[in-house]
């Protein structure tokens, strides 16, 4: 128990710094996750608007020179 002690008293330093780096690495790793939002699709897409756009024909524009 009193070698575990004077390690922790000769590296404590260190301990917590690579706690610190760890909690802000978990913690960016969270935020980003929470930031990526999910696209958000229309529910309510009225019939008619749906068949317009599939009835449209292609314009095809040739232009002289």
């Given at each position: 128990m009193a070698n575990l002690k004077a390690h922790y008293y000769r590296f404590?330093?260190?301990?917590w710094f690579a706690t610190g780096l760890?909690?802000?690495g978990v913690g960016?790793?969270?935020?980003?996750q929470c930031s990526q939002t999910a696209?958000?699709?229309?529910?309510?897409i009225s019939p008619s608007v749906a068949a317009d756009q599939s009835t449209q024909k292609a314009v095809s524009v040739t232009r002289t020179v």
């Open positions: 404590q330093h260190m301990i760890i909690g802000i960016l790793v969270v935020w980003w696209p958000v699709l229309p529910r309510d």
